[in-house]
């Protein structure tokens, strides 16, 4: 150090700093890159250190808005620091009118809404794949369900005037990196492209806030996207800017990364970037290797999302899947937020192993499968997972 710490202030006062200064301290509080912080994030499972990448216990899940310290992260690259006062929304592209919109011009478009959305992660559930694949480990807990405030992207677009033949929005981090593996084109930002027709819809939103509060660095402070029933790679975090084009996107995170193959037909498999989340639900309670009373009345909860469809229904099997019986679901079931659902389960009277199966069905009657299907790659996982417990006398 080449002067004291009161003189370094001094310094930086003098240079006028120590605004910034305050705000990457306060960054640095909320979100410590490179330091385990237990304290930051209580309970949270750790499944990267380094971009920080964090999984919701099940527990925490039986909230219906998961409050944000408990929100699962899910970051490709460093948290971008951004000074809120010096934020814009830069605007371009295919459009009449470009634009540049601060936080305050956003809160002040008179369009601000609140809305219950779930984000899943695409990759939720990895850990149950055979055999093993790369990639984060998630058990079921890249999931969340949160109320967000913001605009619709549509209230923004309709102040651009995309041109006659815009086809797709794409939606660019301030966060960027080298990807190693497989390689990127060098340093490249976080970013997605979606079709006008889903970005006019207003389950999309740019959102400020969740479950009332300002968003924190870990979610994407301080303005995000939220693709209301799509997997969470479409929600791109620390929005810097919105580019409206005439062709499709075709960067690296719906290519090389969030594809999958797509057969129709008798035409040879394509590639495709990930879209809509796939119906599923999971066990709260009891948790994975519970032990259980025999004889007794015992109360499953768990939790049942369908991306873009309302839930349905959702059954539970204690045979293997030769039989299914339907859960009670928490009302009002509505679309792109999770629904609660509870099933009495009359545990037999003899001790020994025992497995849960719970499947949702959605509204336009798709469920989940049983089996794995490859062509999905390392994503959309919703196959049956068969929940193990002792049933003790
Ligand atoms: N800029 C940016 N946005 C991003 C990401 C990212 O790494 N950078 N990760 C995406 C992925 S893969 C998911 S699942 C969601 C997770 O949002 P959360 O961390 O708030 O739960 O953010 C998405 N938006
Ligand atoms: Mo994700």
């Not at 809305?115 to 969340?144: D, H, K, M, S, Y």
């Not at 075709?250 to 990364?257: C, I, P, R």
């Not at 049942?304 to 679901?329: F, N």
């Not at 499968?369 to 068969?386: A, E, G, K, S, W």
Request: charged share 20%; net charge positive; proline share 9%.
């Amino acid at each position: 150090m080449f002067c004291t710490r009161r003189e370094w202030l001094a310094a930086t006062a003098t240079l006028g700093l120590a605004h910034r200064r305050l705000w990457a301290e306060a960054d640095t509080r909320d979100e410590p890159e490179g330091e385990a912080s237990p304290e930051a994030f209580p309970g949270m499972i750790v499944r990267m250190e380094q971009p920080r990448n964090l999984e919701t216990p099940l527990a925490a899940l039986r909230r219906r808005r998961v409050p944000q310290e408990h929100f699962f992260v899910r970051n490709h690259f460093p948290v971008p620091k951004i000074d809120p006062q010096q934020y814009r929304l830069s605007v371009t592209g295919h459009v009449e009118r470009p634009l540049e919109l601060s936080l305050a011009d956003l809160q002040n478009m008179g369009a601000t809404v609140r809305r219950e959305i779930t984000l899943e992660c695409a990759g939720n559930g990895r850990v149950f794949l055979v055999p093993a694949v790369r990639g984060l480990q998630w058990g079921f807990g890249a999931v969340g369900n949160a109320e967000w405030t913001g605009v619709p992207l549509a209230a923004v677009l309709e102040r651009v005037r995309p041109k006659a033949g815009a086809v797709e929005v794409i939606l660019v981090g301030a966060d960027a990196g080298a990807v190693a593996d497989p390689p990127s084109a060098g340093v490249i930002p976080f970013d997605r492209g979606i079709p006008i027709d889903k970005a006019r819809r207003e389950e999309c939103l740019l959102a400020w806030g969740m479950n009332g509060e300002p968003l924190t660095p870990a979610h994407g402070f301080p303005l995000r996207a939220v693709i209301g029933g799509w997997y969470g790679m479409a929600s791109v975090k620390w929005l810097q800017r919105i580019v409206v084009s005439d062709r499709s996107h075709t960067g690296y995170w719906q290519t090389f990364d969030y594809a999958f193959w797509e057969r129709s037909g008798d035409a040879p498999p394509r590639l495709m970037p990930l879209t809509a989340i796939q119906p599923k639900a999971i066990v709260i309670v009891p948790t994975p290797g519970a032990v259980v009373a025999a004889g007794r009345p015992l109360a499953v909860v768990g939790r049942a999302w369908a991306g873009e469809a309302a839930v349905a229904k959702v059954e539970v099997s204690t045979d293997g899947g030769r039989t299914w019986s339907a859960a009670h679901l928490e009302e009002p079931v509505q679309p792109f937020a999770w629904t609660a659902w509870k099933w009495t389960w009359n545990v037999p009277p003899t001790p020994g192993p025992a497995t849960l199966l719970a499947r949702c069905t959605d509204a336009r009657g798709r469920t989940q499968p049983t089996q794995r299907d490859p062509d999905r790659r390392t994503y959309m996982i919703n196959h049956l997972v068969p929940l193990e417990l002792i049933i003790r006398g």
